[in-house]
Each structure stands twice: as structure tokens, then as C-alpha cells.
T-cell receptor, first 113, second 113 residues
Framework: TQLLEQSPQFLSIQEGENLTVYCNSSSVFSSLQWYRQEPGEGPVLLVTVVTGGEVKKLKRLTFQFGDARKDSSLHITAAQPGDTGLYLCAAPGGVNRDDKIIFGKGTRLHILP | KAGVTQTPRYLIKTRGQQVTLSCSPISGHRSVSWYQQTPGQGLQFLFEYFSETQRNKGNFPGRFSGRQFSNSRSEMNVSTLELGDSALYLC????????????FGPGTRLTVL
């Protein structure tokens, strides 16, 4: 069974600080997604990474896919209270595009004003 | 384009009862997946339907079932409710040609008393 391990589980930092959260696995993935979920709502897709070593930027958020496509990181620069939420990584659970999507348990991020 | 909709948003039931939740995917999306989200277990995959057929299945007991209609709308049913079934139930749809990106509804918050 493929698993996605996210760390840290919880992170509380001051506004303006930088942070990095991680998504790791022993399996190779064809693609990996990051989502953000706010209380009482469903997860919202932030980005998809596909190529090993790929880096994508979304304003102050930088996503990187590991060279071996087994892990990914999300770096936030100058965090703001609006970044607060649960960050989830997800990937296909098998080698086929139609395989089920598995999720990590997430990193709960709280930005203090 | 309208997003994924789920009804009802909130539901309170008692042990032993059954419940049916509904999900309407984004227009044109033929795949609908269901997830159970709890604080301890995170997002757990229930099942996925594609063109009215169950394409993938998670590790939940037979009390959890689903179906999909010809218009891609989906329902999930939980029979003989247990206290542990209290959770946020999320539905997600995905387009056929994608890197497994999913679009989530707001969820149905089920409380079992």
C-alpha cells in the first residue's frame, strides 16, 4: 500500500516568517497534487507537479517535486494569516491514471497575526 | 461552470439509522469519488464511480455503498449507522483528461448520536 507521510503535523508561526512542509513516500508517483482546506470546506487544489525536480510558484508558495518523484515540499515565504489551513498532498495510488487517489494526513498550519 | 455540490450540508442521525448523501459533479466530469474525513484518520477513500460503474474501492465495510446515475450525479448510503461514522463526507469529481486533479464539494457533516 502506497502511503504519503506529511510533516510536520502541526505548525504555528508568526506572520512574516518562512516555512516548509513536506510530503514523503517510498513510492514513485506519476504526479502529485497539493491542496489547501479551510474549516468546514472541501480541499481546494493548489498545484500539480509532474516532472522530477519540477518547481512551481504560486505567489508566495513554492512547490517542488523531488528528483526521484517520491517526495515534495511546499515552501511559504512571508506567511500571512490567510495562509492558515490544512495542507494536503495527494497522488495516484497505483501506476494507472485511473487508480484511486491517496492523501496524506496533512499539515495543519496556523499563522499568528 | 458550477462547482461540485453536496446535499445536505449537515445531518444528525442516531445509531442504527441509515443515511443517503448526494453529490453533483462539475458538468462534464464523469468520475466521482467519495471520502470520509475525521481528525484522527484524515481523508480516507471510500469509492470512485465512473460512468455508473464503481471503478475503485477503499477499505470500508459493506455498510457503505454508493451509486452513480446516468447524469453523473452520485449518492452514497451508510446503513446501520455507528457513532464512529460521524465525519465530514467529501465528494470530488475529476475530468477524464487530467493529472488526477480533483475538485471537491463543501462536504456533508454527519453526526451520529
Amino acid at each position: 500500500t502506497q502511503l504519503l507521510e506529511q510533516s510536520p503535523q502541526f505548525l504555528s508561526i508568526q506572520e512574516g516568517e518562512n516555512l516548509t512542509v513536506y510530503c514523503n513516500s517510498s513510492s514513485v508517483f506519476s504526479s502529485l497534487q497539493w491542496y489547501r482546506q479551510e474549516p468546514g470546506e472541501g480541499p481546494v487544489l493548489l498545484v500539480t507537479v509532474v516532472t522530477g525536480g519540477e518547481v512551481k510558484k504560486l505567489k508566495r508558495l513554492t512547490f517542488q517535486f523531488g528528483d526521484a518523484r517520491k517526495d515534495s515540499s511546499l515552501h511559504i515565504t512571508a506567511a500571512q494569516p490567510g495562509d492558515t489551513g490544512l495542507y494536503l498532498c495527494a497522488a495516484p495510488g497505483g501506476v494507472n491514471r485511473d487508480d484511486k487517489i491517496i492523501f496524506g494526513k496533512g499539515t495543519r498550519l496556523h499563522i499568528l497575526p | 461552470k458550477a462547482g461540485v455540490t453536496q446535499t445536505p450540508r449537515y445531518l444528525i442521525k442516531t445509531r442504527g439509522q441509515q443515511v443517503t448523501l448526494s453529490c453533483s459533479p462539475i458538468s462534464g466530469h464523469r468520475s466521482v469519488s467519495w471520502y470520509q474525513q475525521t481528525p484522527g484518520q484524515g481523508l480516507q477513500f471510500l469509492f470512485e464511480y465512473f460512468s455508473e460503474t464503481q471503478r475503485n474501492k477503499g477499505n470500508f465495510p459493506g455498510r457503505f455503498s454508493g451509486r452513480q446515475f446516468s447524469n453523473s450525479r452520485s449518492e452514497m448510503n451508510v446503513s446501520t449507522l455507528e457513532l464512529g461514522d460521524s465525519a465530514l463526507y467529501l465528494c470530488a469529481s475529476r475530468p477524464q483528461s487530467s493529472y488526477n486533479e480533483q475538485f471537491f464539494g463543501p462536504g456533508t457533516r454527519l453526526t451520529v448520536l
